[in-house]
């Protein structure tokens, strides 16, 4: 099993938890909302990171990115896989064309 799926599945046991053990399951009581706004957070320090040339930095506020993300995906019940399958779908697909498609 990958990094992401154990991770995935790390998550969908975590929200379970009780919120003073987890921080998955803290964020997961305080809902959407805040953890919509802690994904974008951690996509605004990931930036930063990148511009500022730090690489180490780069790398953990990457990491942020895609954990956050899994935990807004559990939230919505949109899997990984469900993820990987629209990846899936566009291999092989020019992005110029994708992006012909999106705006026709
Ligand atoms: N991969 C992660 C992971 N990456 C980042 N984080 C947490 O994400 C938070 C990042 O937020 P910030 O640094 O911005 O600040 P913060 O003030 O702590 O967060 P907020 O109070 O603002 O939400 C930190 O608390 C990190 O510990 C993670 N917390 C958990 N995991 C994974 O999730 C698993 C389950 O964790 P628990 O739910 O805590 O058991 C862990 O074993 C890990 O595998």
Do not use: C, W
Request: a negative charge; aromatic letters at 2%; glycine letters at 4%.
């Amino acid at each position: 099993m990958d990094t992401l799926t154990r991770l995935e599945d790390t998550i969908a046991q975590r929200r379970r938890a009780a919120p003073e053990t987890s921080y998955v399951a803290s964020l997961s009581a305080r809902g959407l909302p805040v953890i919509a706004r802690k994904f974008g957070e951690e996509a605004v320090e990931a930036v930063v990171a990148a511009l500022a040339e730090d690489r180490e930095e780069l790398i953990g506020e990457a990491a942020d990115v895609l954990f956050h993300l899994l935990v807004m995906l559990a939230e919505k019940d949109v899997s990984l896989a469900d993820v990987m399958a629209e990846l899936d779908r566009r291999e092989g697909v020019s992005g110029l064309e994708e992006k012909a498609n999106r705006t026709s």
